[in-house]
Structure formats: structure tokens, C-alpha cells
């Protein structure tokens, strides 16, 4: 756990900079795709997504984690929500060239590994065709919240296999924020206050204060933690002085005690270009003409362009989220008094998988209101 909050906290660092604008973004979704991509790579090119995810995927512990974090749980309690009321929704796809050989072996070890389909497609001959088919199929999977992953131009002729990861999860609340207790309030923005709608709670749920951070912990059903870090001082000073170590010490101090929760309904959204977070990581060699992907086909291939987007949505009723991340390659030539906790300015929203500790979203909400 200590070792994906390291590189989630890294690469959030190097995906959102600026600490006064909202980002979403999904750890799980990335994790997962690099971890395809050390699948399908040798030598120097694989050991540098080894050495940034701080883990090797080859590990069984890696693949189990994200297998385990990719199926909702029925827990013994009376005011979880039944297992039909998760959806959640996770698949890798290997998109490939029809003209492209393949290695031996390899189709079937990231299908063994990864639950990855290997599909045929026409990048070379029909570049529009076969990025329409990629974006539908994400479009399937995340339930249309994500139907163009992949922009115009991102696919050529020159394309001849996409890495892909679509996540999709809608999960209710276990202690729920009544809608006849949601009151306006103000929200403190970068830019000023502004109303908001806040939702409300007050149940037993884990707290804690620590660090100059109030955390509180809302279970979702499914087997999810939503964790939300108010900081004493302003975000924008706050955050950028929180390191992966304080933050993993932050959630495994919540305690449960009775809380009276108010908080913003949010939607937020990311999107954007891997290529240079990735590279100030250390993934260098494979966005190279010198990248090693042998173990897929004896083709040079190097990286073109890593593709994600995450969208992540909060209401009285539970969580939806989505999110996908598509590495194109092509031809080289994250009953006391209740405390009080009333969420009026800028934080950040962690939700994570609650056995595998693995985290599907990391957002920061500097103003809720703002349209998507």
C-alpha cells in the first residue's frame, strides 16, 4: 500500500500542479495500464515502468491486488447495501493492427495475467475506423461518461496497437446523506466564496485529526472507503507540503466516532496527455525509437502518445465514476457529540478499494459548483 501511494501521490503531483483548480484522475486505471505495458516490454523500456511504479508487475501480489480491487464485496453488516446495488465494471484490451505479428505467447500471458482481449483492428488501413471502435468500446464500459478517450490525430497510419483500461464504478452510500437535510451553504473557492448545495450526514463514521488535516471516512457498499482531507490551513499551501507517507499515516488513523458530516455534491473531471508525467517518472525509453516491446512482436514499436481521462460524481445518493487510460503505440521508423465537519473549501476525495488498498480515484475539489 505504502509503495502505490508513493507513485499515486508522485504522479498526482506531476498530472495536477496547481492546487487551486479541480482535477480527477484514477490511479487504479493507470496502475493497471503500466502494468499491461511491463507485460509487453523488455530490458531498459521495462525496467523503467518497473522502477516508476515502485513495484514489478511480474510480482503475483501486483495482479492480485488489482484483481481483488475489481470485484465489489458483501460484507456482514446490516447497513450494507446487497451486492447488486455495486456496479462496477473493469477491462483490458490489447487493440492491434490486423497485419501485425505477433509473438508467440504473448497474447495469451496479458490474457492470463490481465483478463486482457486481444482485438483486431484496421489502424493502418482505416486509422478514423479503429479509433471509433476504441472509444466505443470505452464508451460501452463506462456507461457513455467517457465517449471519446481517444481525440482526432491520435490515431494515424502509423498506429499499429493501443493498450487500453476502462473503469467504470457507481456504488451507494452505507449511512446515507438524507436529500431532505441538503441546504445551501457557502463554498470558500480560490476565486471567492460561492453557494452550494451541501449534503448532510451524522452517523458513525472514522475521523481523525492529524498532520494539520481533519480526515473522515464514509463506506460505501461494495467495499469502498470515500475519504475526505480537509486541511487546517488553505489547500493551495496545504497540499503541496503533503507527502505519500503523511497521507497513508492520514488514512490509517481514522477511528470510528459519531460525526455530523457536511459536504458538497461535485462533479469533476480530468483529462489528458501521459506523456510528460510519465517521463518526469522515469518512463522514458518506451515514448523512444530505442523501446524494447520484443515481447509482443519483433516490429519496432515505441509509445506515441498515453491517453487518460477520469470523471468522478458525488451525491446524496453514492458515487459514479469512470475512467480510461489508452497508451498508443506505433511503427518506429490513485454517543459522544458528534464532530462536526462541514467541508466549505477546497479538498481533496480519495476513494479506495477497502481489503486491496488499491485507490480507483484522487480528486481535488476547489469548487464544486463549476460545470463539467
Not at 446495488?85 to 490474457?111: F, H, K, M, Y
Not at 490509517?252 to 459536504?263: F, H, K, T, Y
Request: with cysteine; glycine share 6%; proline share 8%.
Amino acid at each position: 500500500m505504502n509503495t502505490e501511494l508513493r507513485f499515486l501521490w508522485w504522479l498526482h503531483r506531476r498530472l495536477t500542479p496547481d492546487p487551486r483548480e479541480n482535477h480527477c484522475w484514477s490511479p487504479y486505471s493507470v496502475t493497471a495500464t503500466l502494468g499491461l505495458l511491463a507485460e509487453i516490454t523488455r530490458g531498459r523500456t521495462r525496467a523503467e515502468v518497473v522502477e516508476a511504479l515502485g513495484v514489478d508487475p511480474a510480482d503475483p501480489e501486483f495482479v492480485d491486488s488489482l484483481h481483488t480491487a475489481a470485484y465489489p464485496e458483501v460484507e456482514s453488516r446490516d447497513s450494507v447495501e446487497p451486492r447488486d446495488s455495486v456496479a462496477l465494471a473493469i477491462v483490458n484490451r490489447l487493440w492491434v493492427d490486423e497485419r501485425l505479428p505477433l509473438e508467440t505467447g504473448s497474447p495469451a500471458a496479458l490474457e492470463q495475467r490481465f483478463g486482457a482481449a486481444i482485438r483486431a483492428v484496421p489502424f493502418r488501413e482505416a486509422p478514423e475506423r479503429a479509433r471509433e471502435r476504441i472509444n466505443q468500446d470505452v464508451a460501452d464500459v463506462t456507461r457513455q461518461l467517457i465517449p471519446d478517450l481517444v481525440k482526432p490525430g491520435a490515431v494515424n497510419s502509423d498506429t499499429v496497437a493501443a493498450l487500453v483500461n476502462a473503469l467504470y464504478l457507481k456504488a451507494p452510500w452505507q449511512e446515507v446523506f438524507d436529500p431532505n437535510e441538503t441546504r445551501t451553504g457557502s463554498f470558500r473557492t480560490p476565486a471567492g466564496e460561492l453557494p452550494v448545495s451541501l449534503m448532510r450526514v451524522s452517523a458513525r463514521l472514522g475521523y481523525a485529526h492529524r498532520h494539520g488535516w481533519q480526515v473522515v471516512r464514509a463506506g460505501l457498499a461494495g467495499g469502498f472507503d470515500a475519504f475526505v482531507l480537509l486541511p487546517d490551513a488553505e489547500l493551495v499551501t496545504a497540499e503541496p507540503a503533503l507527502d505519500h507517507e503523511t497521507l497513508l499515516r492520514l488514512l490509517e488513523a481514522v477511528e470510528p466516532c459519531p460525526v455530523e458530516l457536511r459536504m458538497p455534491r461535485f462533479a469533476v473531471s480530468g483529462s489528458g496527455e501521459l506523456d510528460e508525467p510519465l517521463a518526469d517518472l522515469g518512463v522514458r525509453q518506451a515514448f523512444t525509437p530505442a523501446a524494447d516491446f520484443a515481447s509482443l512482436t519483433p516490429r519496432p514499436l515505441r509509445i506515441s502518445t498515453a491517453l487518460h481521462e477520469a470523471v468522478l460524481r458525488v451525491d446524496e445518493h453514492g458515487v459514479e465514476g469512470a475512467a480510461a487510460t489508452a497508451v498508443m503505440m506505433r511503427l518506429t521508423s490513485l454517543f459522544d457529540d458528534p464532530v462536526r465537519v462541514r467541508v466549505d473549501r477546497p479538498f481533496l476525495f480519495l476513494l479506495r478499494h477497502r481489503r486491496s488498498g488499491v485507490v480507483h480515484f484522487l480528486a481535488r475539489i476547489t469548487d464544486p459548483g463549476r460545470p463539467q
